[in-house]
């Protein structure tokens, strides 16, 4: 199976500024067709995840042009440009390559 | 709009049977894959299981494998899971997305398995 980890665990942010979250895997995935389907996902407390970026830096429709997503190889990052209030939560990887698909353990963003 | 609706959530005794159903619609649903995934309590997301759209093939974890069935109906645009012999462990929130790349969850359906 293709383990994704992330890091940090926790992540503290102040409103405004910059975060980052990486998400390495313990292979890389690339797909037949050349894709890499890597995407990330983000969920308030009490609600459904959402999906915000696929393909490592596709972003979803409405989601902020704040959230890009970067990365090869085993690497892959998740950055927020200026945090704002709505942007708490837990935020997670994911590899739709190889069967099993696998989630990363999940980073939490809270305000400082 | 796509939407997806899962029920038949419950509380059911280790051992025990539940059969979940996810309506959708907005959406050609016979052409696309579906998923299911869930989340136990505290604990982060698990992808379960995927039915894909076309050649019938169907993939599972293997915490569910040989315990859990995934099925489709395109006539009545509907996902179902299955589950048999059920443990504590499979306690969770158990959502279906749109597609193996998950672009759309639903609310979730809560399982309890519980004496």
């Known amino acids: 199976d293709v383990v994704m980890t992330q890091s940090p665990l926790s992540l503290p942010v102040t409103l405004g500024q910059p975060a980052s979250i990486s998400c390495r895997s313990s292979q890389s995935f690339v797909y037949s067709d050349g894709n890499i389907y890597l995407n990330w996902f983000h969920q308030r407390p009490g609600q459904s995840p959402r999906r915000l970026i696929y393909?490592?830096?596709n972003r979803d429709s409405g989601v902020p042009d704040r959230f890009s997503g970067s990365g090869s190889g085993t690497n892959f990052t998740l950055k927020i440009s200026r945090v704002e209030a709505e942007d708490v939560g837990i935020y997670y990887c994911?590899?739709?390559?190889?069967?099993?698909?696998?989630f990363g353990g999940g980073t939490k963003v809270e305000i400082k | 709009e796509v939407q997806l609706l899962e029920s038949g959530g419950g509380l059911v005794q280790p051992g025990g049977s539940l059969r979940l159903s996810c309506a959708a619609s907005?959406?050609?649903?016979?052409?696309?894959?579906m998923s299911w995934a869930r989340q136990a309590p505290g604990k982060g997301l698990e992808w379960v299981s995927c039915?894909?759209?076309?050649?019938?093939?169907?993939y599972y974890a293997d915490s569910v494998k040989g315990r859990f069935t995934i099925s489709r109906d395109n006539t009545k645009n509907t996902l179902y899971l299955q589950m048999n012999s059920l443990t504590a462990e499979d306690t969770a929130v158990y959502y279906c997305a749109k597609g193996s790349a998950m672009d759309v969850w639903g609310q979730g359906t809560t399982v309890t398995v519980s004496s």
């Open positions: 907005g959406f050609p649903f016979n052409i696309f894959d």
């Open positions: 393909k490592v830096s």
């Open positions: 039915f894909k759209g076309s050649g019938h093939y169907t």
């Open positions: 994911m590899q739709a390559t190889h069967w099993p698909l696998t």
